[in-house]
Structure formats: C-alpha cells, structure tokens
C-alpha cells in the first residue's frame, strides 16, 4: 500500500483540482495537499524502507514476470522522499509568484500530474512501464511548459518537445528489442537474461540505446541543448520543478539501466567516463559565458549531471554513493538557487545580471539565502556539495580513473567562479541608476523565502550530519551493485 | 513477411529523421510522427512475425502447443499507439501555437531562446 501511495496521492488530488476547474481556491487547496500528502508518503515509504528493506508490490497480484512491479528499495525511497520535499517547497513558491492566469489554466493539476509520473518512474520495476511514467511525466511537464503562451515558451517548448518525442521513440524501440531478445521486461528478470542472451552484441545496442533515451533526458554532452534553450521560459516555479526531477529521473533511469539490466562493459565503462568528463566541462563553459541568472544556472543543470554520471561511470561502491548524495545535494541546492534567482526577479524586476546590483545592501537576507546554496554548489566545506565532491574524487583516485577526476577538480573551480559571477554582479555591485525597487507584503516574503530557505537548510543538515547521510548512499550504492537482494525480492527466489 | 517488416522500418526511421532535420515546422511534426510508428512496426517484428496460430488452448487440451502468437507485444504496441496519439496530438497544436505567435514555419527563425 504504502508503495501505491506517492502514485494515488497526486493522482487524486490532479483529479480533484480538474473537477474543481472554477475554483481557484480549491484548485490552490488541492496542490499543497497533494505535494504535502506525496512529502508524506515519501516519509512513510522511506522509513518503511529503512526498517524492512526492500519493499514489492506485484500489481494485480499478477506474479513477477509477468505483471507489472512495483519495487522500492533505498534509492527509490530517497528520490520519492526528495520528489515530496521539492513539490512542497515549488507549491508554496508558486502560491506567491503565479499569475492567476496560469493558475486557471490548470497549472495545479498539471503539476500533480507530472509528480505522479515522477513518483511511479523511480518506483516502476519493469521497462515498459517506465516508458509510460515516463510519457505521463513527459505531457504534463510539455503542458507547464507552454503555459501562458509567451513567444520564448513556445519557441522553447518545440525544441524540448522535439528532442524528448525522439528520446521517447529511441527507448520503445529498445524496450520492444529487449523483449524480442529476452522475453521479459520486468528488471529483476531481465539481470540475468540478457548476460545469457544469444547474440553477444544485443546487449551492447541496447545499452546505447537505452544510453541515448535517457541521456537526451538526462540532458549529457551532447544531447542537452534542448535544456538551456527552453528551461529559462516558464516561471520560475516550474524551472524549479523541471530542473529538480525531471533531469534526475533521466540520471535515475541511467543508474537503474547501467547496474541492473545492461550492466557497465569495458566499452560502455570509458564512454560513460568521457562523456561525463565533457557534460562537466560544456556545462559550465556554457554557464560562465551567461549573463542572465536563470540562464546561467541551467547550465549549471547540465555540467552537475555530468558529476552524476562519473559517480555511475566509475561502478565502485564509493563512485555510486557519491552519485546518490551527489543526486541529492544538487536537486536540493539547485532548485534554492532557480527560487532565490525568482525572488530576485520580483524584488528588481529582472534577471538580467546587468541591471541587478545592491542587494546585498538592501535585502542581506535574501542574499544569505542565495549564498548558503551557492557555496554548497561550489563544494565548500562544510556544506553539501563539499563531501558529494569529495566522495567522487575519492573514488576517481581510488579507481585509477586520472582525467576524470582532474576534470571534476578544475569543473568545481569553475562553478566556484561562476557562482562568483552572479554573487559580484547581482549582491555586491552597486545598483545601476533607475533600477526599480519594488517591496514585498510579508506573506509574500512567506510564501517566497520561506521555501528558498528551507531547501538552503536542508543542503546545510546536509552537510553538518554527513555522517547518516553518507551511510544511507553507501547502503543505496551497495544495494545497486549487487542486485540479488533485488532480484530475490522481486521474483520471490534467490 | 519479416524481411518486408524491417526494409519498412528502417524506411519509417530513414524518412523520419530525414524531415526530422528540415527547417519547416510541418516536416518536423510529420518526421516525430514516422519515428513513433517506425517504433511501433519494430516491437511487432521483434515480438515475432507468426500467422494464423492465435495463443488459444484447443478444446480438451490442458496448455498451448508450440507454435503460437505471442500477445504481449501487440499489448505494448497497443498502448505506444495510445500515448504517441496523444503526445502527437498535443505537439501539432504547440506547433500550431508557434506558428501564429512567430509568424514563420522557419525553424531557423525560432532561435531567441538559443544561446
């Protein structure tokens, strides 16, 4: 029951608010509830993860192979338990900062819909019901993104539309071959079928394949040009929420593909490595030749997933912890950068760095809570992003692994540089003359900084109690690399 | 039956990405929708190509004999229909939507929001 939960909760609250269409209020009503009950069940799900592993539902009472699963083990349980913590801070964030016009257009169910089909990805335990979370994830998220209208939204939804419909048609063909090949799509099936597959180089299509679906989700070198062409369009409410999950479920998908069904072969190995490498490094280039805040920081989207895809590259324990908390720690300081880079723009009416300046003096607070994340991006100890770095170059060294882990180093500087770029231009600077200066009522301020800090404290309790934190991705990582426990839960025999 | 199959599909991919690559907003949205069925035809001629043997235990027999259709892939085949004919829809009206508020079909033209 427990595992149905984070799929039924937004599901019933998309259909209450759809039902409550004249409603603003309702509508209003209906999305916190929802992402307060998906934060909720999150909690639930993890904890009852934590005491009796891993956890299975065959749906339907259908038996393994042949119905549908679904499985939570550790990962699953912390990104549904992430997924709950960024709904509730992006429904606050958005009663404040949407127009109402947005909100009528069902904006909350739209929403809903989307977490339900992130919520039942990284709790699916068959391939091709991933491809239809995936599908249910991909037309809400197509919806959020057009709405409203705007020239730049509608401009940027044709290439993200694009790009996601060919990723989608690259992973049905791969789920219909490994059917064809194997018979099966359930994952736990699939960890020993394919091995002894009759045609040697089928495994290797498909993990291309598969590495190409879910890299153009994912947004890897090169296949993440729809992300900075269309991510700085919507509101920033939807920014955060795209560059939160749907990013991650792309990176999950990977994870889940490279250590159970296709595991890492000595020719996928170096390709992941060197395509992390460049994903680190084309990001950020990109970020540092920006100058508005949004822009910028979907870059940085791009170059924290190539530090994700190391952590998988290097297939160690250690290399795989360091991709979970890293997973973590990025959703959670990157989507308090894209709300304080919404505050910003409410406070001085752009986001432009040019015409930002002064607000450091006017609003320190507001500058602490861009600076709290921003460092934790950069990887400054003691917070978040200091100890997920610290796990990957660890298991960059120990692996032998040199130009990757070189890569991550000067990668970090410059983040460490860019994030200097907005701090400098935007808080530190002098305002340029006639910039306006517009005053929030304190529920706005509530309703704006209250989410923005929250997810700053979070990657701070983050990095202060790195101990659990890291223990929790390390039992994550070992429950990923050695998939019997999986396999034994799922089909019921070792 | 199954050497037919695959010369279509790899025709459907063929064509498909071909328009995918045009400038124009209509080849586009006709190569997204080539690319789906070519998908589509793909799983069926994965799943096995068989005729006449549908996967029903004869009167008075107590399993199937061997050889039989396999339903499942038509199962998934079904639901990729489905979800591609929702998904094609809702991207011919964006597309639709595009196209008025830019006032080109160019591709080309639609480049404010690259960097």
Known sequence: MLLVLPILVPFFCAATSLLAWRSLTAQRLCGVAGAVGLLASGVALFAAVQRAGILVVQVGNWPAPFGITLVADVLSAVMVLLTGVIAVAVAVFALGSLDGRRERFGYHALVQVLLMGVCGAFLTGDLFNLYVWFEVMLIASFALLALGGERAQLEGAVKYVTLNLV?????????????????????ADLA??????????????????????????????????????SYHTPPVAVTTLF??????VGVYALIRVFT???????????????????TMVTGVLGAIAQHEMRRLLAFHVVSQIGYLLMGLGLASPLGLAGAVYFMVHVTLAKSALFLVSGIVQRLRGSFELDRLGGLWRDHPYVSLLFLVPALALAGIPPLSGFWAKLLLLQAGLAAAHWWVTATALAVSLLTLFSMT???AAAFWAAAPPGVPGAALTRRQWLLLGGPAAGLGLL???MGVAADPAIGLAQRAAAQLLDPSAYVAAVLGRP | MELLLALTVGVLYAAGVYLLLRRSLVKLVIGLVLLGHAANLLIMAAGRVSAGVPPIIPAGATALTPPHADPLPQALVLTAIVIGFGVQAFALVLLKRAYQVAGTDDLDALHTTDT
Do not use: C, E
């Open chain 1, 167 to 187: 990723s989608s048609a690259v992973f049905l063909a791969a789920a219909g071959i490994t059917y064809g090949v194997t018979g099966t799509l359930n994952f």
């Open chain 1, 192 to 229: 020993h079928r394919l091995a002894a597959a009759p045609h040697p180089g089928v495994g290797l299509t498909l993990a291309m394949l598969l590495l190409v679906a879910f890299g153009i989700k994912a947004a890897i070198f090169p296949l993440f040009f729809w992300l900075p062409a």
């Open chain 1, 243 to 248: 560059s939160g999950l749907l990013t991650k």
């Open chain 1, 260 to 278: 159970l069904v296709v595991p890492l072969t000595a020719v996928t190995q170096p390709l992941l490595l060197t395509v992390a490498g460049l």
């Open chain 1, 421 to 423: 770029k907005i701090w």
């Open chain 1, 459 to 461: 990657t701070v309790l």
